[in-house]
C-alpha cells in the first residue's frame, strides 16, 4: 500500500501511548458497547468505518488463536455488568438457520461458557415452540428453546439468567416480550435495535469523535471520516423526494471532489445511497453521479424501498464512498474488526470475487470468503517502515473499529430512551 | 497421564462456569497481585503450587501469539489502578545482566508500550550512575537508567512515572530510595519483597484457598495442596535446631505416607526444606528421610545457609515433595503460569535434563528450556476424555495458578503494614 494512509499508520504507531490513553480516558466517561463488529474500508488516502453493527454474527469466522482474547475480553465484561451472574442467555435472530449463522450462535456460547456463564440460546421466534435441536455443518448442534416470559423476568424452562444478549438487531421493533425486563441485564438496550437506530445518528457522532481523536493527532479528521448527509421522506416507488436526493448527492460529491483536489488524490468520487435504518447491505446503492438517480429502473427503486423483513424506507444515508484497495487473493476485500467491551479481539477480510472497489461488499446472496487476520491487532512493530508491516495495519485498523464503537456509545447515551435530563 | 489428577481434571472441566464465577466473587474481594508466575508440580495424583512469584521474570519465554492476551491483561489492569497515567517505571533487579533477564526487561517495556504507557527501566542500582545502553542476543538493547529521588517521587531525568513497577524481588530489603512514595503507585507494594514475605505465610493463605475451593468442588483439597510446616531459628553451619527439624520433617512425612496409604499411591514420599524467604532456588534441599539430615556434609549445610545477595537464613519451611511425572524430551518438566491482573496470561515449561522428579527444577547454575504452552489456557473442551486433551490441562493448570495467585493477595492483605485493623 502506498499513499496518506501509510502517513497516517506511521503517526499513529508513534503515537500508540497516548491514543491508548486518550481511549482508557474516554471509557472513564462512557460506556462501551456490549459487542460490535466495525466494517473498514481502505483507499490508500482514506480509512474509514462504513457500518457499526451492535449486534455482530460471524463469531464463527475469528481463528481459534483470537478467542483467548474474546473470552478474556468476555471476562472483563461480565466482571463490570454481572460479576454475581451464573447463567446468561443468548437471543438469537428469529428465521436465520443458514449454518453460517448456526456455527455463530455457537461459537458466542462458548465464548461465554468459558468465561464462566451458562449460556443457553432463547428464540422469540413464533416457529419455536419446543427444544429445538439444530445441526452444525462439523456435526455438532445448537439448541434452540422457546423464551419464557414471566411477569418480570424472561428466561427457558428452569433457566434464570441474570443477563440477556441479543444477537438480533430487532429491525422488526422491540417485540413486547423484551419490553419492561427492569430485573434482568438487556445487552445491547433495546434502543440499539434497527427500528430505533439510525446510521445518520452513529455518523454524526462518528464525526465528533474523528475530530477530537484527529485534534490528538494533529490530522485532517477527512482522512477517517467519511462526509455524510441525511435525507428524510424519501419514496423510490413513488418518485417522491428524488429530486432533494439529487441535489444532496451532488453537493456532497463537491465536496469530496474539493477534499480530491487539496490532496491530489485523482480517483473519482462516488457516494452510497442506503437505508438509514437498513442491515444485511439490502438498500444499499452507489452512486458516481447525480444524474445516475433519474433514470432508475423500476427494479432498481424497488430493491431500495424494502429492507429486511419485508419492512420500507423512507429515510435515507448518503455517505462519502471509500473505496477499497485491499486484495486478498485477486478479490476485493474489506477488513472487519471485533470488539467486546473495550477491547479489540480479532477480525477478519470480507471478500467479493464479483464485485468492484467502489460497492458494498456485504451483499446478499453472494458468499464472502472470511480470511482471518494473519496478526493481531495488538501487536504493532514500532520502527518499521509505514505500510510494510501488517501488524501495523492491523492495529490501525483495531484503533479505527474503536473510534467507531466510541462514536456508538455516544450515540447510545444521546438516544437512550430513559436517560435522565439534567437542562 | 493417568490417576486421581484425570479425575481432578474432569471435575474441574465440569465446574468450569461455577469456577469462573467463584473467581468473580473473589476478586470483588481482594486484589489481584499486578502480576505473578506460579511454578506447579503435577505428580498424577497430586497437583500444586510450589512456588509464586511476585517479581516474575521470564516474560521474553511467552510466546508472540501469548502477547496480546498479556497485553489486554495489562489494559486492564491500568484501567483500574491508574487510567490517567502515562509513564511507568520499571525497576529491573540490580546485578543481573544476563542477557535472559534483559529480554525479559524488554519484552516487559513492549507490552507496557502496547498496552499504552511509556514504560523505562529505572535501576536503584549504585553501578547505574548514567544511562546505560546493554545489547540483547538479538541485536537490540535496553536502555538502563539512574533512578532520581525528590522530597516524594522518583523518576528518572524528565520522567516523571505515574506508577512504579518492581521486577526487582528486593531480597536484600527495600531500599530506603523506595520508602515513603506515597504520590506514586508501587507494584507489588514493598512488603511483597522477600525480604518481608514468608512462604510458609503463602501457603498458611494458600490452605485456606484450596479449602475453600475443594469444597466447591467436592474434593479433598489435599489434591491440589502440599502439606508443610515451618521451623524457625535453625542454623545449618553451627548445626542448632537440626533436631527440631529432623522431628518435623518425620512427622511431615508420616502424615504424608498416610495420604497416600488413603489413596493407594505407591510412591515413596519426600520433603523439601527450603529457606522461608528464599529464591532463585537456592537453600533447597529434597529429603527422603528425616535421618538424612543426621549427616549432612558441611558443603551441604553451608548451601542451605546462603541464599540470594549471601543472605543467612534461619527460618525454613518444610514443604511436602510433589514429584513431577510430565515430560519434555524425556526431559523432567514442570509447567510456570503467568499471571497479570486476575487473568491468566500464558506460560511455558521449565526443564532440567540432568534433574530427578523430585528435585528442584528452578536450579542455579543450570540452564532451562523453556517451552511454550502449545495451546492456550483459555481453551477447555468440554467432552473430552481426561486427560487426553492438552487445552485441558492447561486450563487445569490456570486454575491452579489462580489459586495460588488468590492466595498472595490474601497473604499480602495479612501481611500489609499498612492495613487499618477493625479489631
Known amino acids: 500500500m502506498t499513499g496518506p494512509i501509510n502517513e497516517l499508520e506511521q503517526r499513529i504507531i508513534d503515537s500508540m501511548p497516548a491514543i491508548e490513553r486518550w481511549f482508557r480516558l474516554e471509557w472513564m466517561e462512557h460506556t462501551p458497547p456490549f459487542y460490535s463488529s466495525v466494517d473498514i474500508r481502505n483507499s490508500g488516502f482514506k480509512l474509514a ?13 475469528l481463528t481459534d488463536q483470537m478467542l483467548p482474547l474474546a473470552v478474556q475480553a468476555t471476562m472483563a465484561a461480565i466482571e463490570k455488568i454481572c460479576p454475581e451472574a451464573r447463567n446468561l442467555l443468548i437471543i438469537p435472530e428469529n428465521h436465520n438457520r443458514n ?18 456463564l451458562n449460556a443457553r440460546l432463547g428464540s422469540i421466534s413464533p416457529d419455536i415452540k419446543k427444544p429445538t435441536e439444530l445441526k452444525l455443518p462439523n456435526g455438532e448442534t445448537v439448541l434452540l428453546e422457546p423464551v419464557i416470559r414471566t411477569k418480570r423476568r424472561i428466561g427457558l424452562k428452569y ?16 417485540p413486547g416480550i423484551l419490553e419492561e425486563l427492569y430485573e434482568q441485564y438487556l445487552l445491547p438496550p433495546l434502543h440499539a435495535g434497527w427500528s430505533v437506530r439510525r446510521k445518520s445518528r452513529h455518523f454524526q457522532s462518528y464525526e465528533e469523535v474523528a475530530k477530537r481523536f ?5 490530522i485532517d479528521h477527512w482522512l477517517i471520516n467519511p462526509l455524510f448527509a441525511k435525507v428524510e421522506q424519501l419514496d423510490f416507488n413513488e418518485g417522491t423526494g428524488l429530486d432533494n436526493l439529487a441535489t444532496q448527492v451532488d453537493a456532497l460529491l463537491t465536496k ?107 451483499a446478499p446472496g453472494s458468499s464472502y470468503v472470511p480470511l482471518a487476520f494473519a496478526h493481531s491487532t495488538h501487536m504493532p512493530q514500532p520502527g518499521m517502515h509505514p505500510g510494510a508491516s501488517a501488524p501495523n495495519r492491523f ?26 435530563v439534567y437542562d
Open 395 to 420: 492495529y490501525m485498523y483495531g484503533v479505527i473499529a474503536r473510534l467507531a464503537m466510541l462514536a456508538a456509545s455516544y450515540e447510545l447515551e444521546a438516544t437512550n430512551p430513559d436517560a435522565e
Open 214 to 218: 484527529g485534534k490528538l493527532l494533529g
Open 99 to 116: 449454518p453460517s449463522y448456526l456455527m455463530n450462535l455457537a461459537q458466542l456460547q462458548r465464548i461465554f461458557k468459558m468465561a464462566g
Open 49 to 61: 468505518p462504513v457500518d457499526t453493527n451492535l449486534f455482530p454474527g460471524n463469531w464463527n469466522n
Open 159 to 174: 433457566f434464570d439468567p441474570c443477563t440477556i444478549l441479543l444477537n438480533n438487531d430487532l429491525s422488526a421493533g422491540a
Open 256 to 362: 469530496v471532489r474539493r477534499k480530491y483536489k487539496e490532496y491530489g488524490i485523482k480517483e473519482k468520487p462516488f457516494a452510497i445511497v442506503k437505508a438509514d435504518n437498513g442491515t444485511y447491505g439490502m438498500g444499499v446503492m452507489t452512486v458516481r453521479d447525480a444524474k445516475e438517480l433519474d433514470d432508475l429502473t423500476k427494479k432498481a427503486r424497488n430493491k431500495m424501498g424494502i429492507i429486511k423483513d419485508g419492512l420500507s424506507v423512507q429515510d435515507f444515508i448518503i455517505q462519502e464512498g471509500v473505496q477499497t484497495s485491499e486484495r486478498m487473493n485477486d478479490a476485493v476485500a474489506e477488513p472487519v474488526v471485533y470488539t467486546l467491551d473495550r477491547y479489540v479481539v480479532g477480525g477478519f477480510y470480507r471478500m467479493h470475487p464479483e464485485r468492484g472497489i467502489d460497492e458494498n461488499l456485504n
